[in-house]
Every structure is written in structure tokens, then in C-alpha cells.
T-cell receptor
Framework: AQSVTQLDSHVSVSEGTPVLLRCNYS??????LFWYVQHPNKGLQLLLK??????LVKGINGFEAEFKKSETSFHLTKPSAHMSDAAEYFC????????????FGTGTSLTVIP | ETGVTQSPTHLIKTRGQQVTLRCSSQ?????VSWYQQALGQGPQFIFQ???????GRGNFPPRFSGLQFPNYSSELNVNALELDDSALYLC?????????????FGPGTRLTVL
């Protein structure tokens, strides 16, 4: 079975400081992992994805994530937060054996303080 | 390239009624997945359609049903609405294939059941 745990429901950072959003996954097989962002009243936008290539994945808007199999983690980071980063972030695992059904975490709400 | 569109954007129904939500896939995509996102939660997989057939289903009762049309657009139908069906319903399209894993989401339909 596939599942995702987002360890923080809310994260608050000051503008210009680093961002760390934590995600642990459970998967019986080599998973594909994603981070999506959801701004208020907007659809889900893909930030980045891991699909068994390089373990350090770079995404849009300066975000990156590192796949660590030994820790079953896929934490999202950004060196310097911007006000526009305030949003809800979802970690997602998919199982290619199950039609690539997406399993979402419960989300982390990021607040950026000016 | 046209993105995923959904209609209507908002809908208010009463308990016991039936509702139909619509989704147009991104150009070139042949697979559609539907998700329910309750307030403050991550999206939950309802079902997926490929080649007009249901190709995977989450833990939702049979009163949730769907269709996919030859042009790959899709409908989600919910019968006998309950208060707990109030949620944001998201449609995602993708391309079935060996490299298929990314899903592109529409902005969603906000359903309120009174």
C-alpha cells in the first residue's frame, strides 16, 4: 500500500529565510514522488517530480527535493522564501502498478512573514 | 496547448439530489482521474478513466460514477447527495504510456450540499 505523511500541517518562515517542508512515504515498490502547490482558489500545480532518476530533483520557482530511500523521505526545500510562496503544499506518491493512482498527503500550509 | 478545464466552478445542491460535474482534458491526454478534496484535507482518489473504461477506483460508494467520452472529456456523477459530499472536486488528465506519471489538474468544482 502507498501512503504519504506530511510531518507539519503548518510552517511559518520569514521572507528570505530557508523553507523546509517534510514528507515521508510508504511504498512497496519504487515509487514516483511529486510535490504540488495549491494557491487559494487555484488548481494544483506541479513543483517537481522524482521518477527513479537523479535523487536530487530541481523544480520550478527555486524549489528542490531530495529522495532518500533509506529514510523514505522526500523533503521539499527552498533557500530563500518569497511572499508568493505562501500556499498549501502537497506531497504525492504514485504506484505505477496501480495505474499511477495518486496518494496525497494532508498538506502543509506555508506562511511567509514579511 | 489547452489546459484542463472544469465546469461549473461552483454548485449548490440539497441532500438527496443528483449532480454532474464536467471536465475537459488537456490536449493530447487520454486518461482522466477524479479526486475529492474536503476542506483542510488532501485530495482523495475517486476513480480513473482510460479509453472510456473505469481503470481504478478509490474507496467511494457506487453512487459516485463517471463517464469518459471519445474526445477524452469526462463527467463525474454523484447520486443521493449527502452533506459530507461537500468538497472541491478535482479532475486531472494525463497521457497513458511507459513514461506516464504526471497528472495535470483543473481548477476544480466547489460543491456545497445543504
Amino acid at each position: 500500500a502507498q501512503s504519504v505523511t506530511q510531518l507539519d500541517s503548518h510552517v511559518s518562515v520569514s521572507e528570505g529565510t530557508p523553507v523546509l517542508l517534510r514528507c515521508n512515504y510508504s511504498s512497496s515498490y519504487s515509487p514516483s514522488l511529486f510535490w504540488y502547490v495549491q494557491h487559494p482558489n487555484k488548481g494544483l500545480q506541479l513543483l517537481l517530480k522524482y521518477t527513479s532518476a537523479a535523487t536530487l530533483v530541481k523544480g520550478i520557482n527555486g524549489f528542490e527535493a531530495e529522495f532518500k530511500k533509506s529514510e523514505t523521505s522526500f523533503h521539499l526545500t527552498k533557500p530563500s522564501a518569497h511572499m508568493s510562496d505562501a500556499a498549501e503544499y502537497f506531497c504525492v506518491v504514485s504506484d505505477p502498478r496501480a495505474g499511477n493512482q495518486f496518494y496525497f498527503g494532508t498538506g502543509t500550509s506555508l506562511t511567509v512573514i514579511p | 496547448e489547452t489546459g484542463v478545464t472544469q465546469s461549473p466552478t461552483h454548485l449548490i445542491k440539497t441532500r438527496g439530489q443528483q449532480v454532474t460535474l464536467r471536465c475537459s482534458s488537456q490536449s493530447g491526454h487520454n486518461t482522466v482521474s477524479w479526486y475529492q478534496q474536503a476542506l483542510g484535507q488532501g485530495p482523495q482518489f475517486i476513480f480513473q478513466y482510460y479509453r472510456e473504461e473505469e481503470n481504478g477506483r478509490g474507496n467511494f460508494p457506487p453512487r459516485f460514477s463517471g463517464l469518459q467520452f471519445p474526445n477524452y472529456s469526462s463527467e463525474l456523477n454523484v447520486n443521493a447527495l449527502e452533506l459530507d459530499d461537500s468538497a472541491l472536486y478535482l479532475c486531472a488528465s494525463s497521457l497513458w504510456g511507459p513514461l506516464w506519471n504526471e497528472q495535470f489538474f483543473g481548477p476544480g468544482t466547489r460543491l456545497t450540499v445543504l
